[in-house]
């Protein structure tokens, strides 16, 4: 049903990505579409966008229970940590909101599982905020796979080798964690944050529908970190989806060059390709034709704006729990493929320090990830002396918790 006045929203977050949501809230709040009944966010005073709040007179909630005993809203923004994306969102839905859920869509299957069960209960929708999916350039994409214009798919690969420092691992209480201090899973890794958008978009692409994604049926992963910090900074990860389709991820937070993503998906009759943060994906078929899909990064905020626009009229937005689930099932896999992390050995570890800034990075690493993107290879099939196996995960019934 469409909705007749200005739409109201509450937003679950205002730090970090919740900043970004915040400030493009407070940039049109005078058009008259919605109305900010409320901010969730414990820490308030991290929020960069408090003095407006204020000035503004939008109260804010230290929890979403808190608001919702008060107020309502049509449209919940959950913008918090992973480990409390399922909780916010079931809540929202049960007192009536449609939910916009950042990426990832939740730590793992069970939660996932327990979302799509609210949503259903409360005749609600998630969407779930893979900027990607919601671009002019990969919509288009995903129309010409569909229709054949590039014959079957054969393989998906991505590389991203994205350096970062001691500060993004201090940057919060759950950087780094496989479990939240005291409570639920997070799983906090560059499958599952950074670059959780390359591994849900090979997935995305291929879908038979709008809402859909191919769905992995095996992983193999191992997984590695030179920080301090309880999960991986390092992944290298082969799998293979219901129709046979090859996938490759090599990522790092611990290399020396900062490259990609880079993504290539090969097919039997052309090939897709992109190198570097907002660069446009382009296409060059068979015959040589060259097709170009622009830049998936254009524009950061559609995602919101097809929320609200959605909430107004009933009509669901393109990326929904379904189309999340496929990465976070192989997120899962990866991690019950190798529950201990391997440690890089100390003596291959570099640090370095640039504006006050202290980074690592490992000795040779983007070789032998470059070299595993190429080939297929996983580090400890290339003769590295600090490779480490990880086992073959069956995805094709997914436990709800990951078997680490």
């Not at 579409?33 to 414990?42: E, K």
């Not at 040779?364 to 297929?376: H, I, P, S």
Request: glycine residues 10%; proline residues 6%; aromatic residues 8%.
């Amino acid at each position: 049903m469409s909705l007749d006045g200005p739409l109201s929203i509450v937003l679950a977050g205002s730090g970090g990505m919740g900043a970004v949501y915040l400030r493009a809230l407070l940039d049109r709040r005078h058009e008259d579409v919605y109305r900010l009944a409320g901010v969730v966010d414990p820490y308030p005073e991290r929020c960069p966008h408090l003095d407006e709040l204020r000035t503004g007179g939008i109260p804010v909630f230290p929890e979403m229970a808190d608001f919702y005993r008060r107020r309502s809203a049509n449209l919940a923004i959950v913008s918090s940590p992973i480990h409390v994306h399922c909780a916010q969102t079931c809540l929202a839905l049960e007192n009536g909101s449609h939910v916009l859920c950042e990426k990832p869509v939740a730590a793992t299957v069970g939660e996932a599982r327990r979302m799509t069960e609210a949503r259903d209960k409360a005749q609600r929708w998630v969407a779930v905020g893979y900027q990607w999916s919601f671009s002019q350039a990969v919509q288009n994409l995903k129309k010409d796979i569909g229709r054949g214009l590039f014959g079957r798919p054969k393989r998906l690969r991505c590389l991203y080798l994205w350096p970062r420092d001691d500060a993004y691992y201090a940057r919060n209480d759950w950087a780094g964690k496989k479990r939240y201090p005291g409570g639920g899973w997070v799983l906090d890794g560059p499958a599952n944050n950074a670059m959780a958008h390359d591994l849900h978009n090979m997935f995305y692409v291929l879908g038979a529908e709008t809402d859909e994604s191919a769905k992995p049926v095996e992983v193999e992963a191992e997984l590695y970190r030179a920080f301090s910090i309880e999960n991986y900074d390092t992944a290298a990860a082969r799998g293979r989806t219901d129709t046979g389709v090859e996938l490759r991820f090599y990522v790092s937070h611990a290399s020396k060059r900062d490259l990609g993503p880079v993504l290539r998906y090969e097919f039997e009759t052309g090939e897709v390709f992109a190198a570097g943060r907002g660069a446009d994906i382009q296409a060059k078929r068979a015959d040589g034709t060259v097709l170009n899909y622009g830049s998936p990064d254009l524009e950061p905020m559609k995602k919101l704006w097809d929320a609200v626009d959605a909430a107004k009229t009933g009509r669901p937005p393109v990326c929904g729990i379904e189309s999340a689930l496929s990465q976070t099932v192989f997120v899962n896999g990866m991690q019950s493929a190798m529950p201990l992390i391997a440690e890089f050995p100390r003596s291959l570890i570099r640090r370095e320090e640039e504006a006050g800034r202290g980074r690592l990075w490992v000795e040779g690493l983007d070789d032998v990830l470059e070299r595993g993107f190429e080939t297929g290879e996983l580090p400890s099939e290339t003769g590295v002396s600090w490779g480490h196996p990880g086992t073959v995960v069956d995805l094709r019934r997914p436990p709800d918790v990951p078997g680490i």
